[in-house]
């Protein structure tokens, strides 16, 4: 295991604690170096480290030894750690299963042939600008993943701020001696660490397709005329018209690379509060005991843009 990964499940998940000797070295009990072989076959399996790095023992070990989990269960867990990553200035030599993909450049990620889904990206570069931004997200965008680490040395403030606007990780480097091991290993705990998301703070938003299209609101907004409320209908038409914010967003003018990732912002704002609104308007329909039949699928999917 990388040293990397044992600082992270030491500091960030309490999975040990080793005291240290004078001179600051850590001293890894017998006890320590069980734990740590049983959390490592643990995540092999498909376990995420955070849900159990403090089990006892005992626990662990039990559950080392217990029945295979369901293929759902597993598949959703594989999903959750899959990570691409693109790396121009150095090769990655990693041994973690958790890696799906490795490109050489973000224009053989956005190859037509390339058919990979991967839950989050990481883009090693050797400078940030507003153009590299754009191409980033449209790389995450065509792997559909919503968690990006970008490691450079240098960059422009104006793409910084454009990259952290979008929810991209930003880790500098400005010696580039940074090991692709210990790059990957933080960034799979970012994966894993769900208290953030919990938190509201998302990574790289990914579009949703609407729940009713423009004919099933416009139904709706005529059917509200005979309840009591006018609710139905304000929902219907704010989701019509942020609906075609979107669009317009999407469609308007971007003379450089910023406007066009501020476009993009925008229009992803407009699709967060589409949902919003439709999740809403989905309760009312339930509470009025509405028939929907015909209206659109509500599974969530990442649109491509």
């Not at 450049?105 to 956005?110: G, P, Y």
């Not at 790059?183 to 998302?202: C, H, K, N, P, T």
């Amino acid at each position: 295991m990388p040293a990397a990964t044992v600082r992270i499940w030491e500091q960030r998940y309490g999975a040990i604690s080793p005291p240290t000797s004078e001179s600051g070295q850590r001293l890894y009990s017998d006890e320590d170096l069980h734990r740590l072989r049983l959390l490592k076959s643990l995540v092999d399996r498909g376990h995420a480290i955070g849900s159990i790095a403090k089990m006892s023992t005992s626990t662990l070990e039990a559950l080392l030894t217990s029945a295979p989990r369901s293929e759902q269960s597993q598949a959703d867990e594989d999903e959750a750690d899959h990570v691409a990553v693109v790396m121009t200035g150095f090769p990655l030599q990693v041994s973690s299963g958790s890696v799906v993909a490795q490109f050489d450049s973000l224009d053989a990620v956005l190859s037509d042939n390339v058919d990979v889904r991967a839950t989050g990206l990481i883009v090693q570069v050797t400078a940030l600008y507003d153009e590299t931004v754009n191409r980033i997200v449209a790389a995450a965008e065509h792997l559909g993943a919503s968690e990006v680490m970008v490691v450079f040395p240098f960059g422009t403030k104006r793409a910084i701020e454009l990259a952290a606007l979008e929810g991209l990780t930003l880790k500098k480097a400005p010696d580039g001696a940074l090991r692709a091991e210990e790059i990957l290993a933080e960034f799979v705990s970012v994966l894993d660490d769900r208290s953030r998301r919990d938190a509201g703070q998302r990574g790289l938003w990914l579009r949703s397709q609407r729940r009713f299209d423009d004919a099933t609101l416009a139904r709706f907004v005529g059917l509200s005329s005979t309840i009591a409320c006018e609710c139905p209908r304000h929902l219907s038409e704010l989701v019509l018209q942020l609906s075609a914010f979107e669009r317009y967003s999407d469609a308007c003018l971007s003379r450089s690379p910023a406007d066009a990732l501020l476009h993009r912002h925008l229009g992803d704002a407009a699709n967060r509060a589409v949902q919003m609104f439709e999740a809403a308007l989905a309760e009312v329909i339930e509470h009025e005991g509405w028939d929907v039949t015909g209206a659109p699928s509500t599974k969530r999917l990442a649109s491509k843009s």
